[in-house]
């Protein structure tokens, strides 16, 4: 563990344009989770299982507080608009870069030619699929236009003396603040699982990605195998998917028949709440999950 922690520490794992995160410290390991758990064994129990099975035992059951007696501090630079996303978190420690004592990060998130993305058609936050190149190269050669502009408009204004807590006024999302971000890991995997999550917009997702893949895993390895394997690699089933599934298997019973079964064998199962609706996010939500486990044909 210290081994693993000195050659993390102050690495800057980049992200994006000119993004990064960055291990600053970290608070216990693996055996912290499993030291905290078992104080509630009273003193002279003892151990019932190894500290992997706990680990695990604890995560699949959302039994939480062990794993907030260990933190993570992390510096992250960040673009505003995926800070906006990020800091509604409020389960940590933040102290961020000030624009009013100090001059605005000379960095800007860009997007390459390729990477620009059109509005979903079914999810009003979200990307669709990417626009034609050409599309993207005048928009990207817009972007570098005005970022340009701005920055020159702010360091002129900064020239003529006027302060930094006004001039700083008409930065655009795309500027780069940075942060102290301390977390415990409850709180840490909660967001990782959230952001890290095929629905989040795809820069913060980035974000995530690197804190999870880069820090948390080599610092927690048990816990990150858990992680994956109950949170990120699962899917939960409401009391209505529930019904929907045993009313599948029920005519399937009656029928013979075996899955995949047919968008037909799947309306005429669905809870009735869902039927007189024309668009329903839950039906869908539950159609996902059965053709991820192969139970619906793909649509």
């Known amino acids: 563990m210290p081994e693993v922690f000195e050659e993390l520490q102050w690495k800057k794992f980049p992200v994006g344009s000119d993004g990064f995160v960055c291990l600053v ?51 992250v630079r960040v673009p505003m608009d995926c800070w906006r996303q990020w800091i509604r978190h409020r389960t940590a420690n933040v102290n961020e870069y000030s624009t009013r004592y100090s001059e605005a990060i000379d960095a800007a998130q860009t997007t390459p030619p390729d990477q620009w993305r059109t509005q979903a058609a079914s999810n009003r936050q979200g990307s669709g699929d990417p626009l034609p190149v050409d599309v993207g190269e005048r928009l990207t050669a817009a972007e570098t236009e005005l970022q340009q502009g701005v920055r020159k408009a702010y360091d002129e204004r900064l020239e003529a003396g006027v302060a930094r807590e006004q001039a700083r006024k ?45 820090i948390v895993k080599p610092l927690f390895p048990v816990v990150w195998e858990a992680f994956e394997d109950y949170r990120l690699g699962a899917a939960f089933f ?37 039927i007189d609706l024309k668009r329903c996010r839950e039906r869908d939500e539950c159609r996902g999950k059965l053709e991820a486990m192969g139970i619906l044909a793909p649509a």
């Open 25 to 75: 410290d970290v608070m216990g390991n693996d055996s912290s989770v499993v030291q905290a758990a078992r104080v509630s064994y009273g003193k002279g129990t003892k151990k019932v299982s190894d500290d992997r099975t706990l680990i695990r035992y604890l995560l699949r059951h959302r039994h939480t507080t062990p794993f907030e007696m260990a933190e993570v501090k992390l510096l």
């Open 170 to 214: 008409d930065l655009p999302l795309c500027t780069y603040t940075e942060a102290y971000w301390k977390i415990d890991l409850h709180n840490l995997l909660h967001f990782l699982s959230l952001r890290m999550d095929s629905h989040a917009q795809l820069e913060i997702r980035e974000f995530a990605t690197a804190i999870g893949h880069e």
């Open 238 to 274: 409401t009391r209505l998917e529930i019904g929907v599934v045993s009313r599948l298997m029920a005519t399937a019973a009656a029928d013979s028949t075996a899955p995949p079964y047919s968008e037909e064998a799947f309306l005429a199962a669905q809870d009735p709440t869902w």
